[in-house]
């Protein structure tokens, strides 16, 4: 149980951080450089590694939420993720014990 919760944990953090760092290069390149948007490898990279969250929060939700604003709601699918698996770990770990949840 410890394992899945951290491993659900984890994987959260990656896409959280990922699609924050997809935003936010966005933004930035938008501002500096907005031909660049097509070439740039590190936003491809992160799009890979966000595509597979934002296609479950595209079936997740209903046909009126638009497209653009899928990523959104991906990162709010995902904060609560994160939440319910630390509570999970939380939990587990005050079952168990301190020593032995390390």
Same mark, same amino acid.
């Given at each position: 149980?410890?394992?899945?919760? =951290? @491993?659900?944990?984890?994987?959260?953090?990656? @896409? +959280?951080?990922? !699609?924050? #760092?997809?935003?936010? &290069?966005?933004?930035? !390149?938008?501002?500096? %450089?907005?031909? %660049? +948007?097509?070439?740039?490898?590190? !936003?491809?990279? &992160?799009?890979?590694? /966000?595509?597979?969250?934002?296609?479950?929060? #595209?079936?997740?939700?209903?046909?009126?939420?638009?497209?653009?604003?899928?990523?959104?709601?991906?990162?709010?699918?995902? =904060? #609560?993720?994160?939440?319910? @698996?630390?509570?999970?770990?939380?939990?587990? /770990?005050?079952?168990? #014990? &301190?020593?032995?949840?390390?």
């Amino acid at each position: 149980m410890l394992l899945l919760a =951290t @491993a659900l944990k984890l994987i959260a953090e990656l @896409a +959280l951080l990922a !699609l924050l #760092g997809r935003w936010l &290069l966005v933004a930035g !390149l938008r501002r500096l %450089a907005p031909q %660049a +948007l097509e070439s740039n490898v590190f !936003l491809w990279l &992160l799009d890979t590694l /966000c595509r597979p969250f934002v296609t479950v929060a #595209g079936w997740l939700t209903p046909r009126w939420v638009l497209r653009q604003h899928l990523p959104l709601v991906a990162f709010c699918l995902l =904060t #609560g993720l994160w939440l319910a @698996a630390t509570v999970l770990k939380l939990q587990w /770990c005050l079952e168990v #014990g &301190l020593e032995q949840c390390r």
